[in-house]
């Protein structure tokens, strides 16, 4: 599985048409994120034809999500949980180089698997990582402002 280079022409990067379009697409279907039964939709293609399609409320949820970010000009990339990436691509998703995650991978803080000689790492191994690193990043922003807090360093 390839993940999309932003820096691409075919990217996906969303024009401006297309930006102000889901701005308003997401705009009318937020208020139905609260709903726990199916959205029906109506669909008029070009060619004259009428058909309903039936979203569950969690592909309401991520249609909502992308059209957002396609609102913002932001290229999106669905990954499936279970996917497996190249060192390259943990890299670009937790903007590390590809050395800082081979280095990840033998001191044992991500999980790896290789194949041949290349390394793979399931996407929700990175997504635990990712949520882990946080969650200590943020411990220690607390311990420091804790800290100048008892120093009375003025914040």
């Given at each position: 599985?390839?993940?999309?280079?932003?820096?691409?022409?075919?990217?996906?990067?969303?024009?401006?048409?297309?930006?102000?379009?889901?701005?308003?697409?997401?705009?009318?279907?937020?208020?139905?994120?609260?709903?726990?039964?199916p959205l029906r939709l109506h669909?008029?293609?070009?060619?004259?034809?009428?058909?309903?399609?039936?979203?569950?409320?969690?592909?309401?949820?991520?249609?909502?999500?992308?059209?957002?970010?396609?609102?913002?000009?932001?290229?999106?990339?669905?990954?499936?949980?279970?996917?497996?990436?190249?060192?390259?691509?943990?890299?670009?998703?937790?903007?590390?180089?590809?050395?800082?995650?081979?280095?990840?991978?033998?001191?044992?803080?991500?999980?790896?698997?290789?194949?041949?000689?290349?390394?793979?790492?399931?996407?929700?191994?990175?997504?635990?990582?990712?949520?882990?690193?946080?969650?200590?990043?943020?411990?220690?922003?607390?311990?420091?402002?804790?800290?100048?807090?008892?120093?009375?360093?003025?914040?």
């Open positions: 599985m390839k993940l999309a280079d932003p820096t691409s022409p075919a990217s996906g990067v969303p024009s401006k048409e297309d930006r102000t379009a889901a701005r308003e697409t997401s705009r009318l279907l937020a208020p139905l994120l609260k709903r726990t039964r669909i008029d293609d070009a060619r004259g034809r009428d058909e309903v399609a039936t979203l569950p409320p969690m592909a309401v949820r991520l249609l909502v999500d992308l059209l957002t970010e396609m609102a913002k000009g932001n290229a999106v990339t669905l990954i499936p949980v279970h996917a497996e990436l190249t060192t390259q691509e943990v890299a670009n998703l937790l903007n590390v180089s590809r050395p800082h995650v081979v280095q990840l991978i033998k001191a044992k803080q991500l999980p790896a698997r290789k194949v041949g000689t290349h390394r793979r790492v399931r996407f929700a191994d990175v997504q635990a990582y990712k949520a882990r690193s946080e969650g200590e990043r943020n411990k220690a922003l607390e311990a420091l402002a804790r800290q100048a807090q008892e120093l009375d360093m003025g914040y």
